[in-house]
C-alpha cells in the first residue's frame, strides 16, 4: 500500500511518499481503509523531531474510513464499521492500524471528510472551553490565529456559549472569515505596534478573564499582557515555535495570572471520555453550532505541500489527505489554490 513516509526529520520535504507492506492487526486492533486523514501542526511537531517518533514513521494522528480486518479480542468494533480517530500515528496511508479501543464509531450523518477534518480540532475545542477554562456567558475572550483550523471552531464555541470573541488574524480576508465564524472584533497581528494595549482597548481598557493562544512564541508575551488580575493563559500549541523558558514570577508581577498548557491525550484518557466528547462534538456539528470548514484536499503524494502550506499560514480553515484523491496542482480551498494575503 501507499504511505507517506519520515526517515528522518526535517523540513517537509522529508515527507515522502512509499509503497510499504499493508499493516496486519494485532490483538485488539483494527484495520481501517483510511478515506481522509486530517493534517495538523502536531504533524508538523512530529516531522520536525520536536515531539520525538521513532524512525522511520507514517505521520498523521487523526483520520477515518472503513474497517477492513479486527484482530484477536476485538468486540466493541466490527468489519464494516464507519469510524474515527486521533492521537494515533500512521493516518497518511491507505491503511492504519489503530487500537480498537480508540477507534470512534461515526454516526450515519457524520460523512468521512467532516469526521477527520473535525475529531482532533473539534475535541481540542470542547476541552478548552469546557474544561482548561470553561467559558461563560459574558466572558470576553482572546483567539489567536482565529482564521486557522482551530482558531474557527474555538470562535464558533465560545460565541454558542455566550462569549465575546476578539480574534487576531495575519490579513484583512482572513479577519473576515473570523468574523463570519463570530469574532465581535479582529485584530490585524500585523498592524499594530502593541497588541496587548489594542485588546485592552477593544475590551474597554480592561484586561481579559482568558487568552486561548496556540501560536505560542511569537504571541505569549503579548497574552499575558492582555489579561486581568487573576486571568487565565490556556497555551495550547506553538505554531510559531515553543514558548521560551521564563520566570515564573511574570504570573505574579501580572496579577496572580495562571498558566495552563494543556494536551487532548490526557482529557480523552479513557473510552468513555472519548466517546462523551467525540458525541458532543459531533452533535454541535448537526446542530450547526460548529461549522467544519475543509479548505484544502490534498493527494497522498501531495504532503509535504499540505506542511507547507499549513506553515506559510497559505490556508485558513482544514487541511485533508485524501489517498484516493488524484495529485492536483489546486489543492486549497476545494480545488482552488489560497494565495499568501501578507
Known amino acids: 500500500m501507499r504511505a507517506i513516509q519520515v526517515y528522518e526529520v526535517g523540513g517537509p520535504e522529508v515527507l515522502r511518499e512509499a509503497e510499504v507492506p499493508p499493516p496486519r492487526p494485532g490483538p485488539g486492533e483494527a484495520v481501517v ?10 504533524d508538523v511537531y512530529h516531522r520536525e523531531g520536536r515531539y520525538s517518533l521513532p524512525l522511520p514513521f507514517t505521520p498523521g494522528t487523526e483520520g477515518a474510513g472503513t474497517v477492513v480486518d479486527i ?28 487500537d480498537s479501543s480508540r477507534l470512534v464509531p461515526l454516526p ?76 465581535a472584533e479582529v485584530v490585524l497581528s500585523s498592524a499594530v505596534d502593541d497588541l496587548a494595549a489594542e485588546v485592552r482597548r477593544l475590551n474597554g481598557g480592561r484586561g481579559l478573564p482568558v487568552v486561548f493562544d496556540g501560536v505560542g512564541a511569537h504571541t505569549f508575551d503579548a497574552s499575558l499582557a492582555s489579561l486581568r488580575t487573576r486571568g487565565h493563559l490556556v497555551l495550547f500549541g506553538a505554531a510559531s515555535g515553543a514558548v521560551p523558558p521564563f520566570d515564573p514570577m511574570r504570573l505574579a508581577q501580572g496579577g496572580s495570572l495562571t498558566l495552563i498548557r494543556p494536551s487532548l491525550g490526557d ?14 462534538v459531533f452533535a454541535w456539528v448537526r446542530s450547526k453550532a460548529l461549522e467544519v470548514t475543509v479548505t484544502g484536499r490534498y493527494a497522498l503524494s501531495e504532503a509535504a505541500r499540505a506542511h507547507s502550506d499549513l506553515e506559510a499560514r497559505r490556508t485558513t480553515g482544514k487541511l485533508l489527505l485524501v489517498p484516493d484523491a488524484p495529485g492536483t496542482a489546486d489543492a486549497a480551498a476545494g480545488g482552488r489554490r489560497e494565495e499568501p494575503q501578507s
Open 33 to 42: 481503509e483510511v478515506a481522509a486523514s486530517g493534517v495538523n501542526f502536531l
Open 71 to 98: 484482530g484477536p479480542g476485538v468486540t466493541d468494533i466490527a468489519v464494516g464499521d464507519r469510524v474515527g480517530w486521533v492521537e494515533i500515528p500512521g493516518s497518511y496511508a491507505e491503511q492504519a492500524v489503530v
Open 108 to 183: 450515519d450523518d457524520i460523512d468521512f471528510e467532516t469526521a477527520a477534518a473535525v475529531l482532533l480540532q473539534g475535541m481540542t475545542a470542547h476541552y478548552l472551553v469546557k474544561d482548561a477554562y470553561p467559558v461563560r456567558e459574558g466572558d470576553t475572550v482572546l483567539v489567536h490565529a482565529a482564521a486557522g483550523g482551530m482558531g474557527l471552531l474555538l470562535t464558533q464555541l465560545i460565541t454558542h456559549l455566550g462569549g465575546r470573541v476578539i480574534g487576531t488574524t495575519s490579513t484583512t480576508a482572513k479577519a473576515e472569515l473570523a468574523k463570519r465564524a463570530g469574532a
Open 267 to 280: 482529557f480523552i484518557a479513557d473510552r468513555p471520555e472519548l466517546l462523551r466528547r467525540a458525541a458532543e
